[in-house]
T-cell receptor, first 113, second 116 residues
């Protein structure tokens, strides 16, 4: 089984500032890692995923994440946020031979002008 | 474009009624779909895995007689909340497993269920 810890429950940030959302995971097997974004009253939209290969993954809307196997982390970053990035962000993991996703508790990002 | 269509987006009904939520895979045939429940300001809780042509697999603590799942075709899974009560009010989200084993889940837009 896998578990995910998102270290920050809320992250306030000013517009055009950088943001980093931290995610650590625990697993006894190799994993795939994902970041999803959820806007109010909507489902989840995939931002990016790590399957294999390069540990730096680029996603949509200017987001990127870096997989660090030794630290079992998959932190999400964006160099300059917009008001429209205000949303809930979920880190998720699943074993490579499993179908079920394990989600973190979520991080609420609030971007202020 | 959307990969998953979930309907309805919002439903309000009286206590004791049954409510059906549909989840459709638009782009490909999906043998596996998932149903999640999300409480306010909380993460997603997996309720069950819906398998086409067979019984759904429920997570521990989820009442299968309360939350009926039917996956009768490769593009449609339904969740029926039977005899709904106010405590069943929640945000329900379905997802579709990608065609290949290393593909992500694609999520519907969710259904806001409010039981009066």
């Amino acid at each position: 089984a896998q578990s995910v810890t998102q270290l920050d429950s809320q992250v306030p940030v000013f517009e055009e500032a950088p943001v980093e959302l931290r995610c650590n995971y625990s697993s006894s097997v190799s994993v795939y890692l994902f970041w999803y974004v959820q806007y109010p009253n909507q489902g989840l939209q995939l931002l990016l995923k790590y399957l294999s290969g390069s540990t730096l993954v680029k996603g949509i809307n200017g987001f990127e994440a870096e997989f660090n196997k030794s630290q079992t982390s998959f932190h999400l970053r964006k160099p300059s946020v917009h008001i429209s990035d205000t949303a809930e962000y979920f880190c998720a993991v699943r074993g490579i031979n499993d179908y079920k996703l394990s989600f973190g508790a979520g991080t609420t990002v609030t971007v202020r002008a | 474009g959307a990969v998953v269509s979930q309907h309805p987006s919002r439903v309000i009904c009286k206590s004791g009624t049954s409510v059906k939520i549909e989840c459709r895979s638009l782009d490909f045939q999906a043998t596996t779909m998932f149903w999640y429940r999300q409480f306010p300001k909380k993460s997603l809780m997996l309720m069950a895995t819906s398998n086409e042509g067979s019984k759904a697999t429920y997570e521990q603590g989820v009442e299968k007689d309360k939350f009926l799942i039917n996956h009768a075709s490769l593009t449609l899974s339904t969740l029926t909340v039977t005899s709904a009560h106010p405590e069943d009010s929640s945000f329900y989200i379905c997802s579709v497993l990608g065609q290949n084993s290393n593909q992500p889940q694609h999520f519907g837009d969710g259904t806001r269920l409010s039981i009066l």
